[in-house]
């Protein structure tokens, strides 16, 4: 199969469209549970209004938060699949470029030293990405993950040592769930990394916080790490908004690598109520929507 970068670039655009438009069925199902379980009464109305802001945004075919994110795009690719990788490249940054320009959107991306807005949502190494090669021989995914910043700014990573133990991990995790309190628009999806190497480590948090709700770590020592620490963030009382309540997360999510015998570094990337994804599978027979 050939990937055609005409085809590319459109659905790039549609896809950062989609993501800020529409939000994953899993999501929406994740807040109803906690709406259903939530005991705190103004933790209740938070949830209620979260709600009725969802089906405001696909009823009037408008964004979900304002916050457009850092755009993100993981590509995974089959092996008889031709492709030129730069022009690839090139193709998903126009469709981020257009998507921005003509929808119009308002572009969160700007120079980190002068501050200087292009208002493409691009600009040097934006939008971020990752390319990587799946089993599925005849196949193209792309998911777009916009990357608001109330998320984003709570990153945390400890190069911790193996002393620290289990414990440790966790202790860190909880740690950071309590420093980020409300900024980060909770009820959040706390991603992990354990191991690797530092870089590794935070990619992975990242990749676990945007994981669809009721996927499970591949690793059953990261698995049960997952349901230990889901149970723990949601008795710290932070709730909605960190406003007060139960519902503080819809999960943990967790992602391992093997790392090096004197280290075990330990990353937490959180992702926000509007937990917004979007995603695109090329097949020889056309193109795919989802999530």
């Given amino acids: 199969m050939r990937l055609h970068m005409n085809e590319v670039e459109e659905v790039c655009k549609e896809l950062y469209i989609r993501a800020l438009k529409i939000l994953p069925d899993d999501i929406k199902a994740g807040i109803d549970r906690l709406d259903q379980v939530e005991t705190d009464k103004r933790a209740q109305v938070v949830l209620k209004t979260m709600i009725t802001n969802i089906a405001v945004a696909e009823r009037e075919n408008n964004l979900l938060c304002q916050d457009t994110g850092l755009p993100i795009y993981s590509v995974k690719i089959g092996s008889k699949v031709q492709f030129d990788g730069m022009a690839l490249k090139a193709a998903i940054r126009k469709g981020c470029e257009r998507a921005t320009q003509e929808y119009p959107l308002r572009s969160s991306v700007v120079h980190p030293l002068t501050r200087k807005n292009n208002h493409t949502s691009c600009g040097i190494e934006m939008p971020a990405i990752h390319i990587d090669f799946c089993d599925d021989n005849e196949s193209v995914e792309i998911e777009m993950v916009p990357k608001g910043s109330g998320s984003e700014n709570n990153s945390f990573l400890k190069m911790a040592i193996p002393a620290d133990g289990i414990n440790g991990v966790k202790a860190f995790v909880i740690e950071s769930v309590v420093a980020a309190g409300g900024k980060t628009c909770p009820p959040t999806i706390v991603g992990v990394g ?12 990242k990749r676990a916080a ?15 790490l997952e349901e230990e620490l889901s149970a723990a963030v949601n008795k710290l009382g932070i709730g909605p908004q960190g406003l007060g309540g139960d519902a503080t997360a819809f ?19 959180m992702q926000c109520h509007s937990a917004r994804r979007a995603r695109a599978t090329f097949t020889p027979t056309g193109v795919t929507y989802g999530f």
């Avoid at 499970?216 to 020592?221: F, S």
């Fill in 251 to 269: 999960a943990v999510h967790v992602e391992l690598a093997h790392t090096h015998i004197t280290m075990n570094p330990v990353a937490v990337n």
């Fill in 210 to 224: 945007t994981r669809p709700l009721g996927s499970v770590c591949n690793d059953g020592e990261g698995a049960k």
């Fill in 194 to 205: 354990v191991g690797g190497t530092s870089d590794q480590c935070v990619a992975m948090a």
